[in-house]
T-cell receptor
């Protein structure tokens, strides 16, 4: 399968702990996006990269969230000092060099903060 | 601005009927207008999209129409089938070419057989 891959698929953690999610985009895609989705809502934009450059970060995103894409391939999203409100599905998506606009989503990483 | 609104929030139709979902947006720089379908427990997937240089696009039973002056675009599904039951999101691109998609809150479509 050469689609977008996310790990782990599920993460349960206690409040105050740090968590990290990884996203491997489709190999030839240069743009990578992170979204967050809660039950009954649409995906909410968090941040996106073109190659290794982080071009935009949502102003709704607190300083506890950080994302990296060090070599322009895979990306990590870290949440420090997790809070119960961080519980959500974290979706990664990538788009290709042709810039058709279509986002290809991964299966997501579900975070539960107890 | 990045306001995106979808109507209705839920829609129930009888199998074989048509369904229409409308999306309004606020960013006048938007020029790419996709619709995504998300089945329960699955990832969102693109079903149709349109760019601002055309007013309508069709793909078999689905179509999208765009009114850029009024800042809205609509998804049309004809001859609905039970497998069309899902959540549909509009996601206009914000900030011009190559920038992020801003998703609406979604429309739950139920097709009753």
């Amino acid at each position: 399968d050469t689609g977008v891959s996310q790990n782990p698929r599920h993460k349960i953690t206690k409040r105050g702990q740090n968590v990290t999610f990884r996203c491997d985009p489709i190999s030839e895609h240069n743009r990578l996006y992170w979204y967050r989705q809660t039950l009954g809502q649409g995906p909410e934009f968090l941040t996106y990269f073109q190659n290794e450059a982080q071009l935009e970060k949502s102003r709704l995103l607190s300083d506890r969230f950080s994302a990296e894409r060090p070599k322009g391939s895979f990306s990590t999203l870290e949440i420090q000092r997790t809070e119960q409100g961080d519980s959500a599905m974290y979706l990664c998506a990538s788009s290709g060099r042709l810039n058709t606009g279509e986002l290809f989503f991964g299966e997501g990483s579900r975070l539960t903060v107890l | 601005g990045e306001n995106v609104e979808q109507h209705p929030s839920t829609l129930s139709v009888q199998e074989g009927d048509s369904a229409v979902i409308k999306c309004t947006y606020s960013d006048s720089a938007s020029n790419y207008f996709p619709w995504y379908k998300q089945e329960l427990g699955k990832r969102p997937q693109l079903i149709i999209d349109i760019r601002s240089n055309v007013g309508e696009k069709k793909d078999q039973r689905i179509a999208v129409t765009l009114n850029k002056t009024a800042k809205h675009f609509s998804l049309h599904i004809t001859e609905t089938q039970p497998e069309d039951s899902a959540v549909y999101f509009c996601a206009p691109q914000v900030g011009g070419y190559g920038n992020k998609l801003v998703f609406g809150a979604g429309t739950i479509l139920r097709v009753k057989s």
